[in-house]
């Protein structure tokens, strides 16, 4: 049976609450609405409705096909934080040396370098040393040469979905992504090169795609463990809540992280760009420029223009 919660005014804040515990607050009544359907509380105590108290109209569903029972989330059967923690750990299996190979997946924009790069960072790995970032490769040679001239390090590519179009390119990638204990690289070319025509590649590959799941090469992932972390726009602000206390520059307090997420919520239907990225360029703003509350035009500017 639901129950039935409540929307308040506190002083300048949004309040929804039930029987006197708050589940969430927000600068606008938009964003503590759109909050209450990820909030955990409510969940728990089974808060679908709410009665809202300013406008005196009696009981209000959860506006926007919010309800907690019915969220847009995406396929996955795994809710966005757990497919997150399963990257983590996926991630180090491979920095073990436990599994070879991972593919990520997932829109731009979303945290998955972030997370690799904590997990590299918590392992006490040292760039360039243990492993080397290699961003938008373009052309097969450089690929064979970047994977020769690295073999034995962990070598991620990020952002270099364009090796994807390229069919040379991909059968590198597919040597390199192999499961089996030696794995031999090819590269065959009747000129002349500084290359060898094949090595041992004996390195580990995290291969960070802004592709669905969908659209990658089958003969990729059968090679290799996936992890798809692509998300709804609900999924994309619980994830920013989850990590909120993390991210942002050592500046910025918590209540300009809050008011940075609100007002990302409020604008969700209007931004060109909806991601972590879009949250950051928020922060920033409002870091900089919280004159007078000045600093939420110029970032409603910002990411709707």
């Known amino acids: 049976m639901s129950r039935i919660g409540e929307l308040v005014k506190l002083g300048d804040k949004f309040v929804i609450r039930f029987n006197g515990v708050k589940l969430v607050s927000s600068n606008s009544r938009q964003s503590c609405i759109d909050r209450l359907s990820l909030s955990k509380k409510a969940k728990k105590l089974g808060i679908t409705e709410f009665v809202d108290k300013m406008a005196g109209n009696g009981v209000v569903e959860m506006e926007a096909g919010e309800s907690i029972s019915n969220m847009n989330h995406s396929n996955s059967k795994f809710e966005i934080n757990k497919r997150f923690d399963f990257m983590n750990q996926l991630t180090n299996m491979v920095i073990k040396g436990e599994t070879p190979s991972l593919i990520i997946t997932g829109e731009a924009g979303v945290g998955k ?54 069919p040379v390119s991909l059968n590198i990638l597919k040597g390199a992504l192999d499961s089996y204990d030696t794995r031999v690289i090819h590269w065959l070319s009747e000129r002349e090169s500084d290359l060898p025509s094949s090595f041992v590649f004996d390195g580990r590959i995290i291969f960070i795609s802004n592709y669905p799941k969908e659209r990658m090469n089958p003969a990729l992932i059968s090679r290799s463990i996936l992890v798809d972390v692509s998300m709804t726009t609900n999924e994309k602000i619980e994830r920013i809540q989850k990590i909120l206390p993390e991210i942002g520059p050592e500046n910025a307090s918590m209540e300009a992280k809050t008011d940075s ?45």
């Not at 904590?118 to 970047?146: C, E, H, Q």
């Not at 604008?267 to 928020?282: G, S």
């Not at 409002?286 to 939420?296: A, E, F, I, L, M």
Request: glycine content about 6%; hydrophobic content about 40%.
């Open 113 to 166: 370098t972030y997370t690799v790069l904590n997990a590299l960072k918590a392992a006490g790995l040292k760039p360039n040393l243990d492993y080397v970032i290699i961003k938008g490769m373009s052309t097969p040679k450089g690929m064979y040469r970047v994977l020769y001239e690295n073999s034995g390090k962990l070598v991620i590519f990020d952002d270099c979905d364009s090796v994807l179009k390229d």
């Open 261 to 305: 997420l609100d007002l990302m919520i409020d604008l969700q239907k209007e931004a060109f760009d909806f991601n972590l990225r879009t949250f950051l360029r928020i922060l920033k703003v409002r870091t900089s420029n919280n004159v007078n509350g000045s600093w939420r035009e110029l970032a409603e500017y910002m990411v709707t223009q």
